[in-house]
């Protein structure tokens, strides 16, 4: 049986995997999903889009229990067939359309990606790294620095970069790397800031290594293959080096206009060059190496003519001598015409220092074996203008005159191991090759790691080699000698090439050309990645390019960038510019690594093992300190560039939520914050006002009262915390709609009212257990609200309905028994919104009874604001009769002289009066309208209309907020009576009480006020008039609240009692302390 059951079910489940594979990338209807900005169209869902489609078809009956959800949860089946389709190719926007399209038959299939190690990392890599510097500088620094100083930059430069190769292999090994490089890295790894910032610094390093290797094959050009083409000749022989500047921009800009040509053609053209270019570097370091060899047994001829110890440029001149011999007789030689006034050496005035000192030849290549690199061991840092000596040689120290200085090999820049190590830098980039190829390759996650960090052994060996080969070769001055002039203009790494200085002349101009035409293609692309991921909204502009999806509009852009990058001319200036830009690169993938090995994120498991964050962190260290080594001021303007980049994504930018080390750092640094904070309530020092703002909101869920935030944000002045809360009436199944239609309401109204804080909405049966719930659970652990704002309930007295009232003598219980502040502003409407300024103007405090000083309190904290900032405040307290007028006055000052608050301080007296009339009908009143309400509450007429109302209110949809008037209230006897069954006793009763009515109205006249209730209206009232007095004109009054009564009973007089003491002001915050002191004298 068991056999005939599967055998049965083999056909379903190959047909449900068949119809999966084929419907592996389209959606629920068959329509192309949209593109939302985040680079990669498949990151919105973590592995796949939902297909409901076929849902209905294939259900299998071993997943009956899951039929409900499959269209949300897919079988593992076809998730895995999913998964398997999925290609990370680097596409174009045609092929980019049609991946997303839904017509599945037409729809190419991508070539399978087929590269191994070799050809997908490490040449590429090899083809990147090795440049313009190896072969145009790299000797001058070994003159320049000596042997070990040499070593030690290619040591520094080339650590640097294998650190952050083995943080690179561990972020590219840690799951599918679509193509962007190191950009997509970075942003996944640090969130959009960081990425926007590192990318379109990494951006501007390619752009500038464009006009590095373009300003190197024009000076490979001009100086050595072609020096005839040059356009600007010098007039004098100081001038030299300002002509060639010129002819270096002109060239330049050509070549640049060509290249930029050849890219927009067409890139495959490029890229089917690369392998020719990566030839010619090749060749070219291997001539070196053989040429190192052979000059151990038969050094090249090179001689160099020296005046003394000075170095002479040999293309001036043709015989080394300061005479020849011609035919039989000896005469002046074409040196000593340029030195002397005359060709009679009798009466000769010559230079100084050449009539002292003889002229000697040495050889420029002595060989590996002459034992030359003792002399070449440590460095000879010039000065510009300095003329390159050879120390051994002897010399008669005297002046020459500056006519003949340019005669001499000299210095064209002053010289520091700093700026060597600038200029050396960009010669160890390029390491990020292979992983900007991770669509091609076959295996990514092994190929990245192991060819990247292959690639950087072998050039740094080569580097470390080549440093040891020229300083045992070629002699200090040749070395230190930048364009070859004592080797009558040869490039000095070609003297030792063999069999000819040709092979890395040519070889070396192809190289750099073919290396600046990968920056030019590589540097657009990546603008254009940046771009469409939709996080810079200016650059949105270069995320379009031609229909084949080549970026014409990035490449316009870069073509600008990389012209200014030529019009500074020289080598020696923009080989450091582009230093701090990869660095700057460079630093951010190892603080990525580093970030995400701390965090230890559930998601971060890279199959390169190999890493480590201290070695991130050393990484990160050493790019920084090669930042300010090479050049300190473009370091802080490379920082600046970044950091107003990241300024600017973090305010401006789209957000997207990449899931990135950064968000992950925020949580495990607020994660320690709270637990921290947990450990007891803050110092009367740090105490602070936490809002819960409870709002309330109308039938359309909109903020009813939006003074509400303003008032907050005036208050908090963007610091602390802030919840704000509200209560929606119902049951939660129901209403979740609603709710998240009330927080994205109440999150747009705290943005347009600048208020930084949390949002939450709470759905209850009842508002005031809604409200209840609010403040015993807002917050998370030591961040919780220690003070709570709500609105008044007005229009109390027209309704008849006690709830609305009640629930807010509800919530000022609550909050007492929480042991929590209140703040009751009454007619908030009449508030200033945040554009308002007060020019002039007080803020009065009447301080009646201390409460833990939150009256004293508030007022700094809002002039603090700049609404409330130019108000003067004053502070009224109120004497007795037995006490001390001046005594309080003076102690008061005193007091806020050691609290730090400058405020007017008064002593308003108040003395015992007898009960007005006026006091004692407000009494009558309220007692009488209260016991006629309770009365009219109990007739049955009022019964049945509230029993009708319940109903009413039952069949519509329950949309209550803050003292809501729908709310159920304690006296739920009422609509349950109305089911009661009716005997003939209670017929009667309820008849005896009919005809009771007028008599009932007849007691309220008679009624007699209560007289602990005359008592405090008369407090009321007498205070009132005392504020109301002073205090009219002042832009806050600031009071305290008295408690609501103990015994319920008399809550409704109690809200007289509040509306006869503000009676008459504008503006006033009502303040309860919360039962602990919230100021202190002490520092």
Excluded at 184 to 196: A, D, W
Excluded at 384 to 392: F, M, N, R, T, V
Aim: charged share 20%.
């Amino acid at each position: 049986m068991p056999r005939t059951h599967n055998v049965a079910h083999t056909p379903s489940l190959r047909a449900m995997l068949t119809h999966s594979n084929a419907n592996a990338n389209s959606n629920a209807n068959g329509t192309p999903t949209q593109d939302s900005g985040h680079g990669n169209h498949k990151e919105d869902s973590p592995f796949l889009n939902t297909d409901s489609s076929r849902r209905t078809d294939y259900y299998d009956k071993n997943l009956a229990l899951f039929e409900e959800e499959l269209d949300i949860r897919p079988k593992v089946s076809s998730f895995l067939s999913r998964l398997v389709n999925y290609t990370n190719i680097t596409q174009g926007a045609k092929e980019h359309e049609e991946a997303e399209s839904a017509d599945a038959s037409k729809r190419k299939i991508p070539k399978s990606p087929n590269m191994g190690t070799l050809m997908g990392v490490y040449l590429p890599c090899l083809q990147n790294i090795f440049g313009v510097i190896l072969f145009l500088r790299l000797t001058w620094i070994v003159g320049t620095a000596g042997v070990v100083q040499s070593f030690l930059i290619v040591l520094m430069c080339c650590s640097c970069t294998m650190l952050t190769a083995i943080s690179m292999s561990a972020i590219a090994t840690n799951g599918v790397v679509p193509a962007g490089g190191a950009y997509f890295m970075i942003s996944r790894s640090l969130g959009p800031e960081f990425g926007g910032a590192v990318g379109l610094c990494f951006y501007l390093g390619t752009t500038f290594a464009a006009a590095m290797y373009i300003l190197g094959a024009i000076e490979i050009f001009l100086k050595y293959l072609v020096p005839q083409a040059a356009i600007f000749h010098a007039t004098d022989i100081h001038a030299g080096s300002s002509a060639m500047l010129n002819n270096m921009r002109v060239y330049g800009t050509i070549c640049l206009s060509l290249m930029a040509v050849v890219v927009f053609v067409g890139v495959k053209y490029v890229n089917k060059f690369a392998s020719l270019f990566l030839a010619c570097v090749i060749i070219s370091i291997v001539s070196i190496y053989a040429g190192a060899v052979k000059s151990v047994f038969h050094p090249p001829d090179f001689p160099i003519c020296m005046l003394g110890n000075r170095t002479l440029a040999r293309d001036l001149f043709d015989v080394c001598g300061k005479t020849e011999i011609r035919g039989n007789e000896t005469v002046p030689s074409k040196l000593w015409k340029n030195f002397c006034t005359s060709e009679n050496a009798s009466s000769a005035h010559c230079d100084e220092y050449f009539a002292q000192n003889n002229i000697t030849e040495i050889q420029g290549i002595p060989g590996m074996a002459s034992g030359i690199i003792r002399e070449n061991m440590w460095g000879d840092y010039m000065e510009k203008g300095q003329i390159l000596e050879k120390p051994s040689l002897p010399s008669v120290d005297v002046h020459g005159s500056m006519e003949s200085f340019g005669f001499y090999v000299s210095a064209d820049i002053a010289t520091s191991f700093t700026l060597l190590v600038g200029i050396f830098f960009p010669s160890a980039t390029g390491i990020m090759a292979g992983s900007n190829r991770s669509g091609d390759l076959r295996d990514a996650q092994k190929s990245i790691p192991v060819g990247t960090i292959l690639a950087i052994t072998t050039t740094s060996l080569v580097y470390f080699s080549s440093v040891v080969i020229f300083g045992a070769c070629i002699e200090g001055v040749v070395l230190r000698d930048k364009f070859g002039d004592a080797v009558s203009k040869n490039l000095v790494v070609g003297t030792l090439s063999w069999p000819s200085p040709w092979v890395i002349v040519i070889g070396s101009f192809f190289s750099t050309v073919g290396a600046g035409l990968q920056s030019l293609t590589g540097a657009p692309r990546l603008l254009q990645a940046i771009a469409k991921d939709n996080i810079i909204p200016f650059l949105r502009v270069f995320g379009h390019g031609k229909a084949n999806g080549e970026p014409t509009w990035a490449l316009l852009l870069t073509g600008l960038i990389a012209e200014l990058g030529i019009l500074i001319a020289s080598l020696d200036m923009v080989a450091p510019i582009l230093s701090m830009f990869f660095l700057m690169c460079y630093l951010f993938v190892n603080l990525a690594c580093a970030v995400q090995t701390l965090l230890r994120t559930p998601n971060w498991r890279p199959r390169f093992k190999y890493y480590h964050w201290a070695l991130s962190f050393l990484g990160m260290s050493m790019c920084l300190a090669l930042m300010f080594i090479s050049s300190w001021y473009y370091a802080i303007v490379a920082m600046g560039i970044a950091g107003m980049i990241y300024k600017y994504i973090e305010y401006q930018g789209a957000e997207k939520e990449w899931g990135d080390g950064i968000r992950g750092l925020s949580l495990s640094a607020a994660r320690y914050a709270l637990l921290r904070l947990e450990a007891g309530p803050p110092h009367t020092k740090n105490w602070r006002p936490q809002l819960l703002v409870l709002l309330k909101l109308d039938e359309d869920l909109h903020v009813k009262y939006p003074r509400m935030l303003t008032f907050a944000s005036q208050l908090k002045a963007g610091k602390g915390l802030t919840i704000v809360g509200s209560v929606i009436q119902g049951n939660f199944l129901d209403s979740y709609g609603e709710t998240q239609a009330s927080e994205q309401a109440i999150k747009n109204m705290m943005e347009i009212e600048r208020v930084k804080g949390f949002c939450q909405v709470v759905v209850a049966s009842k508002v005031r257990e809604g409200i209840s719930h609010l403040i015993q659970s807002c917050g998370l652990g030591g961040m919780k609200h220690n003070t709570v704002v709500m609105g008044w309930p007005y229009g109390w007295r027209q309704s008849e309905d006690p709830r609305a009232w009640k629930t807010f003598i509800n919530t000022v219980r609550c909050t007492t028994a929480a042991h929590l502040a209140l703040m009751v502003p009454k007619n908030v409407s009449f508030y200033p919104s945040n554009h308002e300024r007060f020019t002039d103007g007080h803020i009065d405090v009447w301080w009646i009874v201390h409460d833990g000083g939150m009256l004293m309190l508030l007022p700094f904290l809002l002039k603090q604001h700049k609404v409330w900032r130019k108000c003067k405040m004053r502070i009224f307290t109120v004497a007795q009769m037995d006490d001390n007028s001046i005594q309080m006055k003076k102690d008061l000052a005193t007091f806020l002289y050691q609290l730090r608050l400058e405020a007017e301080v008064e002593v308003v007296e108040m003395h015992d009066s007898d009960i007005s009339a006026y006091t004692y009908e407000r009494t009558l009143m309220m007692e009488q309208r209260s016991q006629m309400l309770r009365q009219m509450r109990l007739s049955t007429a009022e019964r049945n209309r509230e029993a009708q109302l319940v109903k009413d209110r039952h069949s519509l949809v329950r949309m209550g907020s803050l003292y809501s008037d729908e709310e159920e209230e304690s006296i739920d006897v009422v609509p349950e009576k109305n089911q009661m069954t009716w005997t003939k006793d209670k017929l009667d009763a309820e008849r005896r009480n009919r005809n009771n009515a007028p008599e009932n109205f007849r007691e309220l006249i008679s009624i007699r006020p209560d007289q602990s209730n005359v008592r405090r209206m008369h407090t009321a009232v007498k205070l009132n008039e005392v504020i109301v007095n002073r205090s009219h004109d002042a832009r806050l009054v600031l009071l305290n609240m008295p408690g609501p009564p103990r015994n319920a009973e008399g809550d409704e007089n109690y809200m007289e009692f509040l509306e006869v003491l503000t009676e008459g002001l504008e503006r006033v915050l009502l303040v309860r302390g919360g039962g602990r002191e919230v100021i202190t004298i002490y520092s």
